[in-house]
């Protein structure tokens, strides 16, 4: 496929804080394609990201995770691109998107509304216990606000508030 020049528009924050879901309706309304970097992940390397995580260790799965990034900037065409939420932690992914022509939008949710989505499934091996998945969100919020932008997601913010908000950003760069 053919690399695209558009700047990317690169979804990122914590477990279960929307970003698929706001990834394919902001997608939607700029009538483009995204993609979801787990989804890659498992596409490129035959295992989900839990699966990597558990059987091969964290280190294996940020490498593969970069990849599979740097895979979706170089040679996707996807123009959204909702990242796992532990991709930023990683700093070679930070250089990635640093280099590449992405505008990275924070989704800055309560930890308590991530985590009532993260508890309603088994597929986030770093977030099995509450306090665990609560120290994470704190460690890493000095990643997400490296951020272009932060989008604050108050309680029963709906995913098109959140998208129109992300599309207002979108055309005040101009792009
Ligand atoms: C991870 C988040 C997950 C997935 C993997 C690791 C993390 O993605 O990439 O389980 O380190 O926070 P979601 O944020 O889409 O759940």
């Given at each position: 496929m053919k690399p695209r020049n558009l700047t990317r528009i690169v979804i990122?924050?914590?477990?279960?804080?929307?970003?698929?879901?706001?990834?394919?309706?902001?997608?939607?309304?700029?009538?483009?394609?995204?993609?979801?970097?787990?989804?890659?992940v498992t596409r490129a390397e035959g295992r989900t990201p839990r699966e990597l995580i558990d059987e091969e260790g964290e280190p294996y799965f940020?490498?593969?995770e970069t990849r599979a990034l740097r895979a979706a900037l170089e040679e996707g065409t996807a123009r959204v691109i909702a990242l796992g939420g532990g991709a930023v932690s990683c700093a070679a992914t930070r250089e990635l998107l640093a280099r590449r022509n992405c505008l990275t939008i924070w989704l800055d949710a309560p930890f308590e509304s991530c985590w009532q989505r993260i508890a309603e499934d088994d597929a986030r091996p770093f977030a099995r216990d509450r306090e665990t998945a609560r120290r994470l969100y704190e460690e890493r919020r000095k990643f997400y606000s490296l951020a272009?932008?932060?989008?604050?997601?108050?309680a029963g913010r709906s995913i098109e508030s959140v998208t129109s908000?992300?599309?207002?950003?979108?055309?005040?760069?101009n792009d």
């Open positions: 990122t924050g914590f477990m279960g804080a929307g970003k698929s879901s706001v990834a394919r309706e902001l997608a939607r309304l700029l009538h483009d394609s995204f993609v979801d970097l787990d989804d890659e940020r490498e593969a272009d932008y932060r989008v604050e997601i108050g908000e992300i599309r207002e950003v979108v055309r005040s760069r």
